[in-house]
Each structure stands twice: as structure tokens, then as C-alpha cells.
């Protein structure tokens, strides 16, 4: 099993920046792709980037690219999210999640363990 805590959501205004961070538990954390999904109200959950085991390929979606940068540090056992020029369309609960066998990044299904989310709102 794989524990996974995210952390550094809060409420800001249009322009600023948040670093959310993802500590994982209970497995080596290094071996696995790992990505970060948002879900706003009424609406379905979204990929938003991913990351590679050895942090080398990264991937966004095109809401958020040139704007986020995901990165993780293995020897901490966490991933980071830095969320930079942040608009209110980025208002959502922001979930890290963790896939065993690599099969896809974009694709929630793909990935097997999940974190409890941790909300952004950006105010205009």
C-alpha cells in the first residue's frame, strides 16, 4: 500500500503563485510515474502534469502549461506542483496520484493510489 498526503493549498488571488507538495508512504516512492489531477464543482476530474520515476519527462495539459512545473524529489519521498500566475479557472481540489505500471499519464484510471486532495481557490 501507498500512503500519499498533499499539502500547500489554500485561497489566493489571480496572479500568485502556491507550491503544493505530495509526501508518499509505504512503498519505494522512486520507481513509480507519478501526477497530479484537479476537480472542480459539477465538473469531472482532470490531469494536470505528470512525472517520470527518475523526474526526466514531464507532460501538462495545455490549461496549465508554461504557468505549473511538476518535480519531485525521491530521496524526500515527495512531488511538487508550482502553480505560478494562477487564475480562477485553476479553482479546484488538487489530487497527487500514483500509477504501479506505467500505462499512460493523462488518464486517471491508469493510476492506483491517490491522495485526499487539498483545495485551491483563486480569487479574481
Known amino acids: 500500500q501507498v500512503q500519499l498526503v498533499e499539502s500547500g493549498g489554500g485561497l489566493v488571488q489571480a496572479g500568485d503563485s502556491l507550491r503544493l507538495s505530495c509526501v508518499a508512504s509505504?512503498?519505494?516512492?522512486?520507481?513509480?510515474?507519478m501526477g497530479w489531477f484537479r476537480q472542480a464543482p459539477g465538473k469531472e476530474r482532470e490531469f494536470v502534469a505528470s512525472?517520470?520515476?527518475?523526474?526526466?519527462?514531464?507532460n501538462y495539459a495545455d490549461s496549465v502549461k508554461g504557468r505549473f512545473t511538476i518535480s519531485r524529489d525521491n530521496a524526500k519521498n515527495t512531488m511538487y506542483l508550482q502553480m505560478d500566475s494562477l487564475k480562477p479557472e485553476d479553482t479546484a481540489v488538487y489530487y497527487c496520484?500514483?500509477?504501479?505500471?506505467?500505462?499512460?499519464?493523462?488518464?486517471?484510471?491508469?493510476?492506483?493510489?491517490w491522495g485526499q486532495g487539498t483545495q485551491v481557490t483563486v480569487s479574481s
Open positions: 512525472i517520470s520515476s527518475s523526474g526526466g519527462t514531464t
Open positions: 496520484a500514483l500509477q504501479r505500471y506505467y500505462s499512460g499519464y493523462a488518464r486517471a484510471g491508469n493510476y492506483d493510489f
Open positions: 509505504g512503498r519505494t516512492f522512486s520507481g513509480y510515474t
